[in-house]
Nanobody, 122 residues
Framework: QLRLVESGGGSVEPGGSLTLSCAAS????????ISWFRQAPGKEREGVSC????????LYADSVKGRFAISRDSAKNTVYLQMNNLKAEDTATYFC???????????????WGQGTQVTVSS
């Protein structure tokens, strides 16, 4: 059974950091494109970061560029999202997803995790 499980969310003050994890089972993440999306209440799901399985290239939304970093640990079959200098507008539920190519269209992704909540507030 293919499964993605996110963890690492929580509450943090503006300027703080969090590292999200996306652990996979039933699949090898090395063979997939992995993306992080987020969804705030009342808003559409938006792409945050993507990592290509083909060449390891990464893609970031302009809103997080320079603050977030996506990485992968093949031995643990886990993808991470390091989030630094967090802002109130980063508050959302964060999801990881696997697909065939890097893009910001949720409907094009095949598998999703259940999400982990990130709250940035003073």
């Amino acid at each position: 059974q293919l499964r993605l499980v996110e963890s690492g969310g929580g509450s943090v003050e503006p300027g703080g950091s969090l590292t999200l994890s996306c652990a996979a089972s039933g699949m090898t993440l090395d063979t997939y494109v992995i993306s992080w999306f987020r969804q705030a209440p009342g808003k559409e799901r938006e792409g945050v970061s993507c990592r290509s399985s083909r060449d390891g290239s990464t893609l970031y939304a302009d809103s997080v560029k320079g603050r977030f970093a996506i990485s992968r640990d093949s031995a643990k079959n886990t993808v991470y999202l390091q989030m630094n200098n967090l802002k109130a507008e980063d508050t959302a539920t964060y999801f990881c997803a696997v697909g065939a190519w890097c893009n910001w269209f949720p409907r094009l992704y095949d598998y999703w995790g259940q999400g982990t909540q990130v709250t940035v507030s003073s």
